[in-house]
């Protein structure tokens, strides 16, 4: 006999409402309870919230009482990129019996950013019997696991680029907001020097995870300060008019160096009606090997299924904290079911 995941959906933002409504479209996941923060939302029916629902789950602030009354296998915690933040949220999870899958940028591999909070989770979730795992699309997939994958045939590798070079004016308008969109150079370099701009969350973290993947033994990584990509012409979307001379959005490179050598450059690049859109994975190596993925992955669908993907993959998985390169080659498994 086969039942569907049940499913927690933690954080109702602009991306968790689209991952609550994937959810209720897979026969093979349940979502049984969905709670946010916000005291505005409480109570209110998700449907009332987001046009493509129509389950009549209300939302709830009351993560604690939502453990105890909704028994589910995961739960998927879509908060906060910071992972001090999301901290208590996974410990509750866990605690109660379930396993967490984050698209927490700093999850994705914290070993070296946060390594006193890796090691609490890593105790908490192998006490309990459960699985943690940071992911998305990036970082996650793009810009780190698949990466790594390509590697498999080079007899040896001896640099590794990845551009990924995205149209932002198919994002949310909260990502578009993220990079600067319509602002003026001034207005995003304050926003850059009081931290409100920090540019793409976890190039490092992806960059930490291709060395421990493959060994490199980096002696340095770096993220570059971001730059802010400048209009030419006046260019408008549905986010907004940007004039000549304002930003379109920004680049941000991540760079990995081996005794001065530069070996591996992560170049993010998401703008106003950036053309073409693709991302790129070149290994310099023996094969050498060029992947460019035209059109580039949608990077909201792309990390709503990399969450729903990993649901029925991470609950077989052994308890502990764990990253993308840790698991099983991700999959489609929408066709994978819960044996009772």
Known sequence: MTKPFRVIQIGFGSLGRHIASSILKRENLELVAVVDANPELTNKPIKELHDEIESDISLTDDLQKVLKEHPADAAIVATSSSLETVLSTIESCVESGLDVISICEELSFPYQKNPEIAEKLNKIAEDNGKTVVGTGINPGYLMDLLPIVLTGPCQHVDTISVTRHMNSSHRRPSFQKKIGTGMTVEEFRKKID????????????????????????????EELPPEAIIAENDVTNSFATIKSGDVLGLKSVGVGKRKGEQIVTLDFQAYAEATPQYDEIIIEGLPPITQRIMGGVQ?????????????????????????????PVPRNTMRFWKKT
Request: no cysteine; net charge negative.
């Open 299 to 327: 990077g909201d669908h792309g990390t709503i299924g990399m969450v729903l993907n990993l649901i029925p993959i991470v609950i077989q998985e052994p308890p502990g904290l764990r990253t993308m390169k840790d698991l």
């Open 194 to 221: 009081e931290g409100e701009i920090t540019g793409h969350v976890g190039l490092v973290e992806s960059i930490q995870m291709i060395d421990a993947g493959l060994n490199l033994e980096l002696d340095e990584i």
